[in-house]
Every structure is written in structure tokens, then in C-alpha cells.
């Protein structure tokens, strides 16, 4: 697993969510961009229709599996972008978003758009992440 450095800088608001305004890596590790990641399951069907919690928490899960496949963990990211159609659901978001995200946090930040892909996706989650390459 890569340590991530975090930082909150003195003079800047405290973090709303699971977090900071700062990371940087440490020398060897490799990048890893994970595409945007919606709440589709295996079958291809959307998650959640109309349950901003339920396809949250299929967003991460599908994240997990895109995170493991390149030999990362949500400890090894650094950067993830949220995509939302809806900014007022935040309050339902972050809840899910701490099950997955633990400190060191990475750096966040969370978008509103007009739509997704589909009509009934209602968030979109990518992340960057850094891990040692073995040996």
C-alpha cells in the first residue's frame, strides 16, 4: 500500500466530508486512472433507479473492483472527482462515501452536471490512485 502524505492547510476551511485539501505521493509509486464509475451491476442494469443512496454505495462497489483489478485500494487514492445530478443529495452521499474512504482522505471534489450517460444515473465517481510497484 502506498502512504499517501495529506494535508489540511492552516488557513483554509475545515474539510465538509471524507477528505483533504492536499495529497501528494511518495517517490516509486504508479498512477492508476480510474474511469468514471456509475451504478451499473454486473448485468449491465442501472442500480437504484431513483435511490441516490443505493446507487452511491453500487458507484464505490464498481470503483472497488476498477481500484483491485489495477492492484489499488480506496487507501491508495488520491484524487477522486464526484459527478452528481443532484448537489442537494450530498448529505445522503457522504455517509457512503466514509463506508469506503478512510484518512489519510484523499483530495475531493464534487460537481454537479445537467446529466450522466443515462436519465435514471443520478452520480458518477473517478479516481486516481498511487501504488508502489512490487519489489
Known amino acids: 500500500m502506498t502512504t499517501k502524505q495529506a494535508i489540511n492547510p492552516a488557513g483554509m476551511a475545515k474539510p465538509m466530508g471524507p477528505y483533504v485539501q492536499v495529497t501528494w505521493a511518495p517517490p516509486g509509486a504508479r498512477m492508476v486512472f480510474c474511469s ?5 451491476g454486473s448485468d449491465g442494469s442501472i442500480v437504484g433507479v431513483g435511490d441516490i443512496v443505493a446507487q452511491t454505495r453500487q458507484t464505490m462497489e464498481n470503483l472497488k473492483m476498477a481500484l483491485e483489478a489495477a492492484g489499488a485500494t480506496f487507501a491508495d ?3 477522486i472527482t464526484n459527478y452528481v445530478t443532484d448537489v442537494t443529495e450530498y448529505a445522503k452521499i457522504a ?3 466514509e463506508e469506503y474512504l478512510k484518512e489519510p482522505y484523499p483530495a475531493s471534489t464534487m460537481v454537479e452536471v445537467k ?3 443515462f436519465p435514471e444515473l443520478m452520480i458518477e465517481i473517478e479516481a486516481i490512485a498511487l501504488v508502489h510497484e512490487a519489489g
Open 77 to 79: 487514492v488520491m484524487k
Open 95 to 97: 455517509p457512503v462515501r
Open 115 to 117: 446529466g450522466l450517460m
Open 36 to 40: 468514471g464509475a456509475v451504478a451499473f
